[in-house]
């Protein structure tokens, strides 16, 4: 038995998963195991993972057939021992103190969740610090705050969980957008969560990934995973009612800009019922505090066509790409 069971799905990381490997084993945390998750990768992850077990007692591995993130991370939530369970993808890295903040964090709040800050690396650029706050809230506080998406996000990689919450839940197959499709059902297990948003995770966007990609169709599984949010919460508070809702809207916002900056809005069958959701949200998304001003008025252009919206969508993508390069 130990405190953390920390678990790392592999495949195809061979140029990121020393760095990710690394940062782990330097935590200062230290009453921990790691479950190396080979998920069938054909290159020489699997190996490197071996040679970590051989040089470090903490690491375990798991060789098995390829079957995606989900499969991966269950094979390592079927196997854990630790009191608490946490994610890192096998690309990113961690800084030194993250699972120190987040176990030093549940335990002080008796806390079935803890949560710390991310920082979102782009190679070339240096990350944007955040300002810090730690926050104690209960079930439908830390729903409303995740469906709103600025101060906590549903990412499953930057939290430290009660092993309980995993009793029955799992990730599910097959499925993109896994942490969406998952949130509710762990948030819902939960009676306190404690938000610390130091930064201590590294997410790296790689140049490769889907998320990079102008267009994928995985990306509709977006909209589908905050549409089953959304009924799985319904009726449960106006405020979470709200921000439910407003979380769709801004999955179907982000689908289309991926279509429109791909020039496909022609080619993709979806785009008809995408822009219908948004023009028939139009004043719901005018008065909704979270959205920007520059995402009403590109609405606003949509209410006209989706060739004007696609103006300043464009044009403000380019711009945070060159930022990020």
Same mark, same amino acid.
């Given at each position: 038995?130990?405190?953390?069971?920390?678990?790392?799905?592999?495949?195809?990381?061979?140029?990121?998963?020393?760095?990710?490997?690394?940062?782990?084993?330097?935590?200062?945390?230290?009453?921990?195991?790691?479950?190396?998750?080979?998920?069938?990768?054909?290159?020489?992850?699997?190996?490197?993972?071996?040679?970590?077990?051989?040089?470090?007692?903490?690491?375990?591995?798991?060789?098995?057939?390829?079957? +995606?993130?989900?499969?991966?991370? &269950?094979?390592?939530?079927?196997?854990?021992?630790? $009191? *608490?369970?946490?994610?890192?993808? !096998? #690309?990113?890295?961690?800084?030194?103190?993250?699972?120190?903040?987040?176990?030093?964090?549940?335990?002080?709040?008796?806390?079935?969740?803890?949560?710390?800050?991310?920082?979102?690396?782009?190679?070339?650029?240096?990350?944007?610090?955040?300002?810090?706050?730690?926050?104690?809230?209960?079930?439908?506080?830390?729903?409303?705050?995740?469906?709103?998406?600025?101060?906590?996000?549903?990412?499953?990689?930057?939290?430290?969980?009660?092993?309980?919450?995993?009793?029955?839940?799992?990730?599910?197959?097959?499925?993109?957008?896994?942490?969406?499709?998952?949130?509710? +059902?762990?948030?819902?297990?939960? &009676?306190?969560?404690?938000?610390?948003?130091?930064? $201590? *995770?590294?997410?790296?966007?790689? !140049? #490769?990934?889907?998320?990079?990609?102008?267009?994928?169709?995985?990306?509709?599984?977006?909209?589908?995973?905050?549409?089953?949010?959304?009924?799985?919460?319904?009726?449960?508070?106006?405020?979470?009612?709200?921000?439910?809702?407003?979380?769709?809207?801004?999955?179907?916002?982000?689908?289309?800009?991926?279509?429109?900056?791909?020039?496909?809005?022609?080619?993709?069958?979806?785009?008809?019922?995408?822009?219908?959701?948004?023009?028939?949200?139009?004043?719901?998304?005018?008065?909704?505090?979270?959205?920007?001003?520059?995402?009403?008025?590109?609405?606003?252009?949509?209410?006209?066509?989706?060739?004007?919206?696609?103006?300043?969508?464009?044009?403000?993508?380019?711009?945070?790409?060159?930022?990020?390069?």
């Amino acid at each position: 038995m130990c405190e953390i069971s920390i678990i790392v799905p592999v495949y195809k990381v061979e140029k990121y998963l020393e760095k990710c490997v690394d940062s782990i084993l330097a935590q200062t945390f230290t009453d921990f195991e790691l479950i190396l998750v080979d998920d069938g990768s054909p290159d020489r992850s699997g190996a490197m993972c071996d040679e970590y077990a051989q040089k470090d007692s903490r690491v375990r591995v798991i060789h098995k057939e390829n079957g +995606g993130l989900s499969s991966a991370r &269950n094979a390592g939530i079927d196997v854990a021992k630790g $009191r *608490y369970l946490g994610f890192v993808d !096998s #690309d990113d890295y961690i800084d030194s103190k993250m699972y120190e903040q987040l176990f030093t964090d549940i335990e002080r709040e008796q806390a079935d969740l803890s949560i710390c800050g991310i920082y979102h690396v782009y190679e070339g650029k240096k990350p944007k610090k955040k300002s810090e706050t730690v926050m104690v809230l209960n079930r439908d506080e830390a729903m409303e705050l995740i469906f709103h998406g600025n101060e906590i996000s549903d990412h499953a990689v930057n939290k430290l969980y009660k092993r309980g919450i995993f009793s029955k839940l799992r990730y599910p197959l097959g499925k993109y957008h896994e942490d969406s499709f998952t949130i509710v +059902g762990i948030l819902d297990q939960c &009676n306190t969560v404690v938000v610390n948003t130091t930064q $201590r *995770y590294y997410y790296y966007h790689r !140049s #490769d990934s889907i998320t990079s990609h102008a267009f994928s169709r995985k990306h509709l599984e977006y909209i589908s995973a905050w549409e089953q949010n959304e009924r799985l919460v319904k009726g449960r508070t106006a405020q979470i009612d709200e921000a439910a809702h407003q979380r769709v809207c801004f999955a179907n916002f982000l689908v289309l800009d991926k279509i429109v900056e791909s020039n496909q809005e022609n080619l993709i069958s979806e785009t008809k019922d995408i822009v219908a959701y948004l023009r028939e949200n139009y004043w719901f998304i005018l008065k909704n505090r979270i959205f920007t001003s520059k995402r009403k008025i590109a609405l606003t252009l949509l209410m006209i066509s989706v060739k004007l919206y696609k103006i300043p969508t464009v044009f403000q993508n380019k711009i945070i790409k060159q930022k990020n390069q």
